[in-house]
Structures are given as C-alpha cells and as structure tokens.
C-alpha cells in the first residue's frame, strides 16, 4: 500500500466480492471478514487516493441477509465507491464444475437476484451516495468511474502493462499477460499485443447504444439522427414489449430503464445488438 500510494497510485479498485466469510472460502478467497475490514480501513486512511470495492451478487451460500451485510459494511467503511455486479458463472470455469458437481449451490436464483440489484440501488440511494452507471456508485466526487465508462464507448483506451486491454478504432487488444515476456518484447522494441480483434460491423453504432444503456436509458430519436432513420422502425417492437412489460419508462421522446430494466440491461443490450445486425 505504502509503495504504491508513494508511487502516485490515485485509485485503488479491489474485487473484494463479498465480506461474509463464509461465502467468500466457498468461492476461494483466503481471508475473513475481519482481515478484509481491517485492511481496507488502512488503506482509506492514507487518505491520498480513491478507494473503490466490487461487490457481487449471486454466490453460492449468499442469502439477502449477507447482501444486506455487504452493502452496510460498504457504507460504514471510509469508501469513495461502490460497483455492484451479479455473477456470472461461465461454462469449464472452477465455480462452474464445483455447482455442476453438487459440491456447491447454485446460489440465488433470478428472482433473488433482482430482489438483491434493488436492495443495492435503494441502500446507496438512502446513503446519499451518486449513481454513476448502471452497477457503480460513488461517496463523493473523488471516484468518477472514467474507466469503467469509457471502456464500454466509442472511445479509445490504452493499455499499458502486462495482461493490460484496450480499443483503438474499434479494435480490441490485449497485451502479453506474462511480465517477463511483455518486458523482453518491449527491449527488443516489439509491441508486446498478444490479442486483438477487427470491428464488428456497426460497432460505432453497438457501442453508441451500450453508452445509453450504461447512463441508465435508451433514445432511439438521437441514435436514428446519428446513424440511420431506420433504426426508429428496428428497435420499435423490442421497446414496445418493454415499456409494457415495466423495464423501460417513457419520457418524451427517450426511454429511462426501471429498477426491473436496470437488472436486465445486460440482456436488453444484446437483443437491441441482434436487432441491429439482423435487420440492418
């Protein structure tokens, strides 16, 4: 910590997860509550850099009670933000053969879940603190989520270091995850790139609409303006169907996404994705 506020760290994000002990073993991490309280609390007194938790909901064990814990825990300690995610347990991964194989739960199902992304939103809101996107929060004006935000636009991000990502132009890369191979390609004066991937057709456009989505809405008139007239027609049925189902509420002539949409963005990003490559 001392090392690396010295070197002019000014952020800190640490996938913390969860606090509740019992929950966190399960899924691998080695330290308890206590220890993870007591580091954090360090680390937020030096008081020289941004200090910012994931959170996630959905684990095996984890009941509404450890959430609730969670976010309580996350209020009390001296944080600048706040970014709550629900897991996502991809197929061949450890988490995956372990609840594949009984010897863990699946853990909340999707009706919790919702329940649990609510219970977030309402505990910062009653905290005071600001909604950034989607899944982050901040305590104040110290953490503001550039990276986050940014990553998922239209605009370019470097990568640095190794196992680092970024996009330039619509295409996406990834630096040599090994340091001592990034740091032998960098002496012989080679791009350590050990991935990328061409654009996707419309991108520009994919990624205008993850943009909205991110800031919690959807303004089919203002994409229409900056791409085609067309997409007005492409995207009226799916935003008939969700304005009727209560994930999308309307406002002139843009869409906010409910607390209900808010929890399916993910999802409502894919299907307006589809509707663009299928019918344009």
Partial sequence: MEAAVQGGANRFSLGVQTFDTKVRQAVGRRSTKEQLVSQLSRLTRFNQAAVVIDLIYGFPF??????????????????????????RVFERSPLFKYIANGKLPAGPNHELRALMFAEAVQSMREAGWSRLS?????????????????????????????????????YAYMMDRTPDT???????????VSMMLEPAPHWQLCRAVAEQLELNFLDPSRLAAEFTPQLLYVFEPLVENWTKAG?????????????AGQFWQGRMNQHLLNQIKSLL
């Fill in 134 to 170: 989607i899944s982050h929060w901040a305590a104040n004006t110290r953490e503001r989520n550039f990276y986050n935000y940014y990553a998922k636009t239209r605009s370019d991000c470097l990568a640095y270091g190794p196992g680092a990502g970024g996009n330039i132009d619509g």
């Fill in 247 to 259: 994930l999308l509420s309307p406002i002139g002539s843009r869409y906010e996404l409910t607390v």
């Fill in 62 to 87: 984890q009941t509404m009670g450890t959430w609730k814990e969670d976010l309580a825990i996350s209020r009390e300690l001296n944080l600048d933000g706040v970014d709550c995610y629900q897991l």
């Fill in 182 to 192: 990034w740091k032998k390609a960098i002496e012989k004066g080679i791009k350590p």
